[in-house]
């Protein structure tokens, strides 16, 4: 089963940039629909965007569309998010996550990573 690990997360005024990394290990990374979800204090884990296995196709969030986007470098092993225009409302918990279809529902995936944690300042 692959494992996975986020990195890449941080403190960040209102407006600026931060990729996050999820680096995948001891699976079959490319066979594998990847995502990412976020979840801040008191609220739901929800879909920021997903990948489908070949990379051809991507779902964003409409609370993100525009300004994150998704990406997957099958030779690294390494799912990406580069989030650009950060809000306050962005500040949550990011988590990297593997399954088999591509679906906005977190109970459908069943490899997750630890998180990391992002956070927008004014």
């Known amino acids: 089963q692959v494992q996975l690990v986020e990195s890449g997360g941080g403190l960040v005024q209102a407006g600026g940039s931060l990729r996050l990394s999820c680096e995948a290990s001891?699976?079959?990374?490319?066979?594998?629909?990847m995502g990412w979800f976020r979840q801040a204090p008191g609220k739901e884990r929800e879909i920021v965007a997903c990948?489908?296995?070949?990379?051809?196709?991507?779902y964003t969030a409409d609370s993100v569309k525009g300004r994150f986007t998704i990406s997957r470098d099958d030779s690294k092993s390494t799912l990406y998010l580069q989030m650009n225009s950060l809000k306050l409302d962005d500040t949550a918990v990011y988590y990297c996550?593997?399954?088999?279809?591509?679906?906005?529902?977190?109970?459908?995936?069943?490899?997750w990573g630890q998180g990391t944690q992002v956070t927008v300042s004014s």
């Open positions: 990948i489908s296995s070949n990379g051809g196709s991507t």
């Open positions: 001891g699976g079959t990374f490319t066979n594998s629909v």
């Open positions: 996550a593997a399954g088999k279809y591509m679906v906005a529902l977190p109970s459908w995936y069943d490899t």
